[in-house]
């Protein structure tokens, strides 16, 4: 049921807080400020050489992110593929690596593929999955539940968060591990989780300005989302759920990139809408601001209050975020890419629930 909100995916998103709380209070110790699995991993991380993960769609993008944190909390490599390539490349996979699957529904073929031929390489397979009875939950040999509940809009939206906020936690338990990641260090990073759902609900107070901002979206043919670090893969999220529901041709892009191509394509009538918490690397995310203004580039910011002083450009809008952790910045950020994509759609008078052409479970490749 839509309780008082028009649209499944309204009501997915304003869950968030909620569900991102529920799957933090299955993942964390709160008494001791860590993150505790409440079942034992048939592997250890301490002994991976490397991770491989596959997944499709936003799923896909929560991996992108993950692999972030998998690499800078546990040092471990991460290759990460799409997987309808990472099944037909049939890629070298050693006995001490894992392969990480990702996926809401549990039965997307492709995802399903990539875990059999791992399985067939003689790894260990690990699935973060929202549906528990699903054929993919039933094959792999563990599996780390999202706790966001039954999701019904085709544009996923709650069970990307939770499926972010389970791989942080993953990534945590795999830097305690291999010893890279300090008990101190852990703590914080603890206590930045578990300020996520006040986050997220802090988030969706902008839902206003943003649904004003969306009028400016709904008249573009293009859109620009660039970001750097963990906000790249944003980015790519954030165009992909413009795109699918609202159709207008959305490109994710990492910031540095702009130079290389895409900078070609900004006018006055491309939005730009620039992912950037006030991160280590965010001078430099300003600095591909500039040369879009430069250009007469509108430009939307999705940033902190430091980080929008900071910066101090004219932009088309700033959708100012509450202060948190750069680490689990992009939890948090997935509440304003998904609402820009639902206000853009619905001002635009699509259909948000059931876009065109897009099947909520893809079981055939
Ligand atoms: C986008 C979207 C799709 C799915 C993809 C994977 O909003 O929903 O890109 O993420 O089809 O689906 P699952 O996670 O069920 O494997």
């Known amino acids: 049921e839509k309780g008082n909100h028009r649209h499944f995916m309204a009501k997915e998103i304003h869950e968030q807080p909620e569900v991102v709380g529920r799957t933090l209070a299955h993942y964390v110790d709160l008494a001791r400020s860590r993150i505790a699995l409440p079942d034992a991993l048939p592997f250890e991380f301490a002994r991976l050489s490397r991770l491989s993960i596959a997944a499709c769609g936003t799923a896909y993008y929560a991996g992108l992110v993950a692999k972030y944190w998998f690499e800078t909390l546990a040092r471990l490599p991460v290759e990460i593929d799409v997987a309808s390539e990472?099944?037909?490349?049939?890629?070298?996979?050693?006995?001490?690596?894992?392969?990480?699957?990702?996926?809401?529904?549990?039965?997307?073929?492709?995802?399903?593929?990539?875990?059999?031929?791992?399985k067939a390489q003689g790894q260990h397979t690990l699935a973060v999955v929202n549906v528990p009875t699903?054929?993919?939950?039933?094959?792999?040999?563990?599996i780390v539940p999202t706790l966001a509940g039954p999701e019904i809009g085709v544009a996923s939206?709650?069970?990307?968060?939770?499926?972010?906020?389970?791989?942080?936690?993953?990534?945590?338990?795999?830097?305690?591990?291999?010893?890279?990641?300090?008990?101190?260090?852990?703590?914080?990073?603890?206590?930045?989780?578990?300020?996520v759902p006040g986050l997220m609900?802090?988030?969706?107070?902008?839902?206003?300005?943003?649904?004003?901002?969306?009028?400016e979206v709904s008249k573009a043919r293009d859109v620009l989302y660039l970001g750097r670090g963990t906000s790249y893969p944003m980015a790519l999220e954030g165009a992909l759920k413009l795109k699918e529901i609202s159709y207008i041709h959305a490109e994710g892009y990492a910031a540095g990139e702009l130079k290389h191509g895409p900078i070609a394509l900004i006018d006055e009538?491309?939005?730009?809408?620039?992912?950037?918490?006030?991160?280590?690397?965010?001078?430099?995310?300003?600095?591909?601001?500039?040369?879009?203004?430069?250009?007469?580039?509108?430009i939307i910011l999705i940033g902190d209050a430091?980080?929008?002083?900071?910066?101090?450009?004219?932009?088309?809008?700033?959708?100012?975020?509450?202060?948190?952790?750069?680490?689990?910045?992009?939890?948090?950020?997935?509440?304003?890419?998904?609402?820009?994509?639902?206000?853009?759609?619905?001002?635009m008078g699509k259909d948000v629930d059931q876009p065109r052409n897009l099947a909520k479970s893809v079981t055939v490749e």
């Open 306 to 347: 430091k980080g929008a002083a900071a910066a101090g450009l004219e932009t088309l809008a700033t959708v100012t975020m509450p202060d948190c952790d750069a680490v689990v910045a992009p939890i948090v950020y997935a509440v304003p890419i998904q609402l820009i994509a639902y206000h853009t759609a619905v001002f």
């Open 269 to 298: 009538s491309v939005p730009v809408i620039v992912i950037a918490p006030h991160d280590a690397i965010f001078e430099k995310t300003v600095s591909n601001m500039q040369e879009v203004a430069a250009r007469g580039g509108r």
């Open 86 to 118: 990472a099944r037909y490349r049939e890629p070298p996979l050693d006995r001490d690596g894992l392969t990480l699957v990702i996926s809401q529904s549990g039965e997307t073929a492709d995802t399903l593929a990539s875990l059999r031929y791992a």
């Open 134 to 142: 699903s054929t993919i939950a039933r094959e792999a040999s563990a």
């Open 157 to 195: 939206t709650k069970a990307f968060s939770c499926q972010l906020t389970v791989l942080l936690c993953l990534a945590i338990v795999a830097g305690r591990a291999r010893g890279t990641l300090s008990a101190e260090r852990e703590r914080e990073l603890v206590d930045a989780l578990i300020t």
């Open 201 to 215: 609900a802090e988030a969706t107070k902008r839902e206003g300005e943003i649904e004003v901002l969306a009028r």
